[in-house]
């Protein structure tokens, strides 16, 4: 079975914090992604990254950064966390090549107060 | 830029019922798919149709694309509450290759 898995379900922390999100794929996918959802906005693509090391901003990518030093491992960051970053984040992951099927973690809901 | 537009936006039904959502796009779609993501966990992918007028069945579950490619629609025949949670239907950007996510339909079935 496939498996994408995220660090927490849950988290709550302070205005200027630092945030670390991590997600885990154990598919030896190439290429990983970070969305965050918010109502009746759907799924909104930050950063992905189709290669270790490698990594592209995605439509919302501003007050986030990523990193991907594993084949299996993409981590967003939050440099400073403000509250309008509060929002459920999702990890997706597939394999390289055009239209391919996206594998989601099952999520993670911040808040930041 | 590609906008996909779903519709209705909430559904609130009693078991037993049939629904359909919808799923229309300002441009040609290019592989379109249909993703349900129930409470507490991350989407997962229903279907993919690619061909204008292509039908697709899953179970109850019955996936259309419109002719012409702008739309596609998702009817679900004798609704049970495990169909409770969000319809998403995304298509990949032919500019950029990425997939690109209407704002979904949440549907609620009540026993």
């Known amino acids: 079975d496939v498996k994408v898995t995220q660090s927490s379900r849950y988290l709550v922390k302070r205005t200027g914090e630092k945030v670390f999100l991590e997600c885990v794929q154990d598919?030896?996918?190439?290429?990983m992604f970070w969305y965050r959802q918010d109502p009746g906005l759907g799924l909104r693509l930050i950063y992905f990254s189709y290669d270790v090391k490698m990594k592209e901003k995605g439509d919302i990518p501003e007050g986030y950064s990523v990193s991907r030093e594993k084949k299996e491992r993409f981590s967003l960051i939050l440099e400073s966390a403000s509250t309008n970053q509060t929002s459920m984040y999702l990890c997706?992951?597939?394999?390289?090549?055009?239209?391919?099927?996206?594998?989601f973690g099952p999520g993670t809901r911040l808040l930041v107060l | 830029t590609q906008l996909l537009e779903q519709s209705p936006q909430f559904l609130s039904i009693q078991e037993g019922e049939n629904l359909t959502v919808y799923c229309n796009s300002s441009?040609?779609?290019?592989?379109l798919q249909w993703y349900r993501q129930e409470p507490g966990e991350g989407p997962v992918l229903l279907v993919t149709v690619v061909t204008g007028g292509e039908v697709k069945k899953l179970k109850r579950l019955t996936f259309q694309f419109g002719d012409a490619r702008k739309d596609s629609s998702l009817h679900i025949t004798a609704a049970q509450p495990g169909d409770t949670g969000l319809y998403l239907c995304a298509d990949f950007s032919s500019n950029t290759g990425k997939l690109i996510f209407g704002q979904g339909t949440t549907l609620q079935v009540k026993p």
């Open positions: 997706a992951s597939s394999l390289v090549g055009g239209k391919q099927t996206q594998y």
């Open positions: 598919m030896d996918h190439e290429n």
């Open positions: 441009s040609v779609f290019s592989s």
